[in-house]
């Protein structure tokens, strides 16, 4: 062996590097746009794939031992022998390379639910990607050897992050003109914004307030879930239009203080909280946290409706009071004191009692009709959003029998087979998966069929994930329900889950790998007079 073979395995390891690094970036950018580009979701979700299928978990550990040999093996076996020993490192930094190109097994380079989109700031993203791996993979060349850029591509997803990370505050300053485009055009508009924030229930909410808004106001709601800082300006600067008194925006956050920055960007004058829960514990931590970032949407609004079902709102509900705030409470328990009552008819009678609503503070409760499948938490703090804006009292009666739907949460549908299909794939929380089971168990026994879930479980749940969804598991066998748990994410808890509370004429759980694989097997099981509830669904970038 000469030199010139130690050059040669340096540049046979360039180019497999170079080929190996298309589909990994791919993966990662992919992933990283799924996210909404925030900085730390990749190596997150690189992990769940490591930690969740056993393929994925075995070629980062062979992967890794390839690239601990390259460094190694040489020096042992031929330490006297430069050419030798690059030939040996070229060979097991190629094997790491071509494992690093498949890995997570199964991970779609371009997707299938949703492709990879080649937009301006993911092109932008791509040219610091490649500068820090190139870079990264040069400084490891020099000093490790051929195995250099093949640990470099080992830790592709955490470069990634680093990517993100550098390139936040520059597309957030090169973004900011539309931002500022989109308070001028509030403040030409005149505009009051509603601004409406919780863990979960926000576009349900927005579209029962928007309803009934629009029976006094032009009303102007954010469209799906354009929720945070770029969407709501989006909103803002495509739909408001001379004439536009309201604006009903649903605020999200990612990472804590994204709340009040939107409420500075876009100052509400009436704010409202739906719900406070175990959303978000997976980057938040605690529901302390949670209620802290949520809590600081009441900040700059004059005006605030609160739900005081929950202890920790009611205390809000107090402070606000006492900051000179005007406060509208909600509630939905007939002993509760509120300025808006909203009662479903009791569990003795759901059928033959109507739902009641009281709007101000001694004002005698009314019947009323409430349509579709709305949560009554979520229907009351839309009653009082109303009331608080100065819609007629006779009107937000009116109106509350008109609700509208929003798509993919609690839709309910017929299959050509003649079952009924419950499509809350929007879903993701554990009160309202468990509330929708409920729906469906209540469906599936009055038409004498089965009942049939297809679900990968939540996510975003943090500590609680695993535990939520080994709850909503046991209540699917508690039910009698055919479970079909889709993917791995959650795929062990849900089966535990279901196997701690199912009976032996339970029809079992099965494990699939694609829902359209556990649709199809869904529809044929339930028959002509079953029940299919579709509840949640993960993106391809899970596992």
Same mark, same amino acid.
């Given at each position: 062996?000469?030199?010139?073979?130690?050059?040669?395995?340096?540049?046979?390891?360039?180019?497999?590097?170079?080929?190996?690094?298309?589909?990994?970036?791919?993966?990662?950018?992919?992933?990283?746009?799924?996210?909404?580009?925030?900085?730390?979701?990749?190596?997150?979700?690189?992990?769940?794939?490591?930690?969740?299928?056993?393929?994925?978990?075995?070629?980062?550990?062979?992967?890794?031992?390839?690239?601990?040999?390259?460094?190694?093996?040489?020096?042992?076996?031929?330490?006297?022998?430069?050419?030798?020993?690059?030939?040996?490192?070229?060979?097991?930094?190629?094997?790491?390379?071509?494992?690093?190109?498949?890995?997570?097994?199964?991970?779609?380079?371009?997707?299938?639910?949703?492709?990879?989109?080649?937009?301006?700031?993911?092109?932008?993203?791509?040219?610091?990607?490649?500068?820090?791996?190139?870079?990264?993979?040069?400084?490891?060349?020099?000093?490790?050897?051929?195995?250099?850029?093949?640990?470099?591509?080992?830790?592709?997803?955490?470069?990634?992050?680093?990517?993100?990370?550098?390139?936040?505050?520059?597309?957030?300053?090169?973004?900011?003109?539309?931002?500022?485009?989109?308070?001028?055009?509030?403040?030409?508009?005149?505009?009051?914004?509603?601004?409406?924030?919780?863990?979960?229930?926000?576009?349900?909410?927005?579209?029962?307030?928007?309803?009934?808004?629009?029976?006094?106001?032009?009303?102007?709601?954010?469209?799906?879930?354009?929720?945070?800082?770029?969407?709501?300006?989006?909103?803002?600067?495509?739909?408001?239009?001379?004439?536009?008194?309201?604006?009903?925006?649903?605020?999200?956050?990612?990472?804590?203080?994204?709340?009040?920055?939107?409420?500075?960007?876009?100052?509400?004058?009436?704010?409202?909280?739906?719900?406070?829960?175990?959303?978000?514990?997976?980057?938040?931590?605690?529901?302390?946290?949670?209620?802290?970032?949520?809590?600081?949407?009441?900040?700059? @609004? &004059?005006?605030?409706? %609160?739900? =005081? !079902? *929950?202890?920790?709102? #009611?205390?809000?509900?107090?402070?606000? $009071? +006492?900051?000179?705030?005007?406060?509208?409470?909600?509630?939905?328990?007939?002993?509760?004191?509120?300025?808006?009552?909203?009662?479903?008819?009791?569990?003795?009678?759901?059928?033959?009692?109507?739902?009641?609503?009281?709007?101000?503070?001694?004002?005698?409760?009314?019947?009323?009709?409430?349509?579709?499948?709305?949560?009554?938490?979520?229907?009351?703090?839309?009653?009082?959003?109303?009331?608080?804006?100065?819609?007629?009292?006779?009107?937000?009666?009116?109106?509350?029998?008109?609700?509208?739907?929003?798509?993919?949460?609690?839709?309910?549908?017929? @299959? &050509?087979?003649?079952? %009924?299909? =419950? !499509? *809350?794939?929007?879903? #993701?929380?554990?009160?309202?998966?468990? $509330? +929708?089971?409920?729906?469906?168990?209540?469906?599936?026994?009055?038409?004498?069929?089965?009942?049939?879930?297809?679900?990968?479980?939540?996510?975003?749940?943090?500590?609680?994930?695993?535990?939520?969804?080994?709850?909503?598991?046991?209540?699917?066998?508690?039910?009698?329900?055919?479970?079909?748990?889709?993917?791995?994410?959650?795929?062990?808890?849900?089966?535990?889950?279901?196997?701690?509370?199912?009976?032996?004429?339970?029809?079992?759980?099965?494990?699939?790998?694609?829902?359209?694989?556990?649709?199809?097997?869904?529809?044929?099981?339930?028959?002509?007079?079953?029940?299919?509830?579709?509840?949640? !669904?993960?993106?391809?970038?899970?596992?």
């Amino acid at each position: 062996m000469t030199p010139s073979d130690a050059w040669l395995g340096y540049a046979i390891v360039a180019l497999v590097s170079d080929l190996a690094a298309i589909p990994i970036a791919a993966r990662w950018l992919r992933v990283a746009q799924r996210e909404h580009y925030v900085p730390g979701s990749v190596w997150q979700m690189a992990r769940l794939w490591v930690q969740r299928q056993t393929a994925s978990l075995v070629v980062f550990i062979a992967a890794a031992a390839s690239i601990v040999a390259a460094i190694v093996v040489p020096a042992a076996l031929v330490g006297d022998d430069p050419g030798a020993m690059a030939v040996i490192a070229t060979s097991f930094s190629v094997l790491a390379l071509v494992l690093l190109a498949v890995f997570p097994v199964s991970l779609p380079a371009r997707g299938r639910s949703k492709k990879l989109a080649f937009t301006g700031r993911l092109k932008r993203l791509l040219v610091v990607w490649i500068a820090l791996h190139v870079g990264v993979g040069l400084a490891a060349l020099l000093l490790i050897g051929p195995a250099g850029p093949a640990l470099t591509l080992l830790f592709s997803a955490l470069l990634t992050d680093l990517g993100l990370a550098i390139m936040a505050p520059i597309e957030k300053a090169a973004s900011q003109r539309f931002v500022t485009q989109a308070q001028q055009r509030l403040k030409q508009t005149g505009a009051r914004v509603v601004a409406i924030t919780g863990s979960y229930g926000k576009t349900s909410t927005k579209n029962y307030v928007a309803h009934l808004l629009s029976a006094a106001f032009a009303t102007v709601a954010s469209p799906a879930s354009f929720n945070n800082r770029l969407g709501l300006s989006r909103a803002v600067n495509d739909k408001l239009v001379p004439g536009t008194e309201m604006f009903v925006a649903e605020m999200g956050m990612a990472a804590p203080g994204q709340i009040a920055e939107l409420c500075r960007q876009f100052p509400p004058s009436i704010a409202a909280i739906t719900v406070v829960g175990e959303g978000h514990l997976q980057r938040m931590r605690t529901t302390d946290a949670i209620l802290r970032e949520k809590s600081s949407i009441t900040d700059l @609004a &004059p005006v605030v409706v %609160l739900p =005081i !079902d *929950d202890p920790r709102l #009611a205390e809000l509900a107090d402070r606000c $009071r +006492a900051a000179g705030k005007t406060v509208i409470t909600t509630t939905c328990r007939v002993e509760t004191d509120a300025d808006v009552a909203l009662v479903p008819p009791s569990d003795a009678a759901p059928d033959a009692e109507p739902w009641s609503i009281r709007l101000g503070t001694g004002a005698e409760p009314v019947p009323v009709s409430i349509s579709g499948t709305g949560h009554a938490v979520n229907v009351a703090v839309a009653a009082g959003i109303a009331l608080a804006a100065g819609v007629p009292v006779a009107a937000i009666a009116a109106r509350l029998g008109d609700l509208p739907g929003s798509q993919h949460r609690a839709e309910v549908q017929q @299959a &050509p087979t003649g079952a %009924l299909v =419950i !499509d *809350d794939t929007y879903n #993701a929380n554990p009160v309202g998966s468990l $509330r +929708a089971l409920e729906g469906a168990a209540s469906l599936a026994a009055e038409r004498s069929g089965p009942l049939v879930v297809v679900t990968p479980g939540m996510v975003e749940l943090g500590p609680v994930q695993v535990e939520r969804n080994r709850a909503f598991g046991a209540a699917i066998g508690a039910a009698n329900g055919l479970l079909f748990a889709v993917a791995r994410t959650n795929r062990a808890a849900l089966l535990a889950g279901y196997a701690s509370t199912a009976t032996s004429e339970a029809p079992g759980a099965i494990a699939v790998d694609r829902r359209e694989a556990a649709v199809a097997r869904a529809v044929e099981a339930a028959g002509d007079r079953g029940v299919i509830l579709y509840e949640n !669904d993960l993106p391809d970038h899970y596992p």
